[in-house]
């Protein structure tokens, strides 16, 4: 039998037509994750899989696909969800989707920030719950974003980049941490971390997992932040000590966070949910309808290229 193409998750409806296309059988799980099991068995025999960021791809994953495969063509940006050592040393090319979903990432970004700074959810809240209410000159005071605020970007690549273009329409000043490939025409002051920490009105994070930025933001260095500051997540949920963060929301550290990523995912911990100072997405940053086609639709041009014999558009290894 020929090796089929194995989706542990269901993409979008053009691009399952694509894979359908690629000349393999198909074997596809529904919308919700598969389990372990499901996951090692159906990926025997693969010859590409064209995963998510929710399934696990480490070295019991890629013995039991087999030799056979080629390719896992991974629907996100980050891939720390696969071990690419292990994949490279089984021949196996690895490849992720920059580049598609930098805007949806950066809309969401300024969202959670403008949400948690105005107190959009206070404001909701109250008016649900009928509470009688008066206008005055002290009420539910927020942070001015273009009132001389500071963003501090933490991960200055293509996504840290246009959340900058869009604060910069809110007249904030930039600070970013140091970049290999600075831009040269961008209005941003570079700085390292705790500096950042240190001057920034909000806190915006874009660094990508790895063992050396996993709990980068802990109890140091909120404790290095304002008092009135904002930490926004819209990386990965293992950048961010969440004890540390609810001590730190609670204790008055810092004054508010938004966080569409957590480190227990799907699971939230249940003292953010408790707190009113949090605004809470559940990882939306690509959910946009065009985002997630352009998304779905160079997973499956990638695993299609391996297939092929010719270089992925976008790989990792």
């Given at each position: 039998m020929k090796p089929h193409v194995?989706?542990?998750?269901?993409l979008?409806?053009?691009a399952m037509r694509r894979v359908r296309e690629l000349g393999h059988p198909v074997v596809a799980g529904s919308e919700a994750p598969p389990d372990r099991t499901a996951l090692l068995r159906d990926a025997a025999g693969a010859a590409a899989v064209v995963c998510t960021l929710t399934e696990r791809v480490d070295a019991e994953f890629l013995d039991a696909?087999?030799?056979g495969l080629k390719v896992v063509a991974n629907t996100a940006v980050g891939y720390d969800n696969i071990d690419v050592p292990a994949a490279t040393e089984r021949g196996v090319r690895v490849t992720n989707t920059p580049g598609v979903l930098d805007g949806a990432t950066a809309d969401l970004t300024m969202a959670l920030i403008l949400a948690a700074a105005r107190r959009v959810l206070d404001g909701d809240r109250l008016l649900r719950e009928r509470t009688p209410w008066v206008w005055g000159p002290r009420m539910m005071l927020g942070l001015d974003l273009s009132a001389g605020t500071t963003l501090g970007i933490v991960?200055?690549?293509?996504?840290?980049?246009?959340v900058a273009r869009r604060a910069r329409a809110f007249d904030m000043a930039v600070l970013a941490t140091p970049t290999r490939t600075p831009a040269p025409d961008d209005d941003v002051e570079f700085a390292e971390l705790p500096e950042l920490l240190e001057r920034s009105d909000v806190v915006s994070l874009h660094c990508p997992l790895t063992e050396a930025?996993?709990?980068?933001i802990d109890a140091a260095a909120l404790r290095r932040m304002k008092p009135s500051a904002i930490l926004v997540n819209t990386a990965r949920g293992g950048i961010v000590d969440e004890d540390a963060l609810v001590e730190a929301l609670?204790?008055?550290?810092?004054?508010?966070?938004?966080l569409d990523v957590f480190e227990g995912e799907p699971e939230v911990d249940p003292r953010l949910v408790e707190l009113d100072n949090t605004v809470l997405?559940?990882?939306l940053g690509s959910a946009g309808v065009t985002t997630r086609e352009r998304m779905c639709g160079l997973s499956v041009a990638n695993a299609a290229a391996v297939l092929a014999g010719r270089e992925p558009p976008t790989p990792v290894n």
């Open positions: 194995y989706v542990p998750r269901l979008t409806d053009a696909a087999g030799p991960g200055y690549g293509r996504i840290g980049r246009a930025t996993r709990h980068l609670r204790s008055g550290t810092i004054a508010a966070a938004g997405t559940p990882h």
